[in-house]
């Protein structure tokens, strides 16, 4: 299963079991891609479905696995596949921008798998650092797809989507806010620790998990929001990504409703959730 499913038809049901699990206390929301399974034109169809599950209050963390295991028993060719390693990593991460483009997600780090072999070590190394996290909230405001349907109904024209966006935003700033024990007054830095600001790409395990309990995380996260929230252009922006959602989002809808065999989406082109 996945979002958008290869069976089109059933990514509505398999977007509201998602939902349903990521309402419960998580302390993240894995967005696992295989290599040979990403179109980003297939995800822009799902982006409004992903962009709910952004709001969700655990961390999103996107996970590409090449899922290919590559022995090689000749000693004599560290260096050769060294290069290979850097390459496939090249591709990840070339796929990773393309994921976060198409479904708009901002997602808090990245782990891009570039051997089979890896996969259990790295899994098994970010589930020992999210043990560590503090205890996870419920994210119980998060829509169905029939909630989202009704919710679309309401942006009928540019202003209300402007509106809209600004509202989120200052409903994240109060939410980190809250998250933060720092006097108002406090002047917010803008250059923070590596590893902290923005996301974490690297091929092995996330170095922000460590600090995520921290002052530091909130810190970046209130400054990142705030920041939108003042810029005319960022705000604009926001809200043509939230049009071009909806216009995606009803099309899929309509199809879906009509039964149609012509659904967007392609077998083979979606990613899933896990929580842990």
């Known amino acids: 299963p996945g979002i958008p499913d ?20 998580l302390n993240a929301i894995l967005f696992v891609f295989k290599k040979d399974r990403v179109d980003p034109h297939n995800l822009q169809q799902a982006s409004l479905l992903f962009r709910e599950l952004g709001k969700a209050k655990a961390l999103k963390i996107l996970v590409i696995n090449d899922h290919t295991n590559y022995d090689d028993d000749d000693d004599d060719a560290d260096e050769d596949e060294e290069a290979r390693k850097q390459e496939i990593q090249g591709v990840l991460a070339q796929m990773a921008e393309a994921i976060t483009r198409s479904t708009t997600l901002h997602f808090d780090a990245q782990i891009l798998i570039s051997d089979k072999k890896e996969m259990p070590s790295k899994i098994a190394e970010l589930k020992k650092q999210l043990s560590q996290c503090p205890k996870p909230e419920k994210s119980e405001s998060l829509k169905t797809f029939e909630e989202l349907r009704d919710d679309v109904a309401t942006l009928t024209d540019s202003t209300k989507m402007l509106r809209r966006v600004t509202e989120e935003l200052q409903e994240k700033i109060a939410y ?4 933060m024990l720092v006097d108002p007054d406090r002047r917010l830095a803008y250059t ?3 590893g902290v600001a923005g996301v974490a790409t690297v091929g092995g395990v996330i170095p922000a998990l460590g600090v995520y309990a921290h002052d530091r995380y909130w810190e970046y996260k209130l400054n990142e929001a705030t920041k939108q929230l003042g810029d005319p252009k960022a705000l604009e922006q926001l809200s043509l990504e939230l049009e071009e959602a909806v216009k995606k989002f009803e099309e899929l809808d309509k199809a879906l409703r009509l039964g149609t065999e012509e659904l967007p989406g392609q077998p083979g082109s979606g990613g899933y959730a896990q929580g842990v």
């Open 6 to 25: 290869t069976d089109p038809h059933k990514t509505k049901e398999f977007y509201d079991k998602v939902i349903t699990a990521a309402k419960q206390p």
């Open 176 to 179: 980190y806010k809250s998250k």
């Open 192 to 194: 923070l620790a590596i």
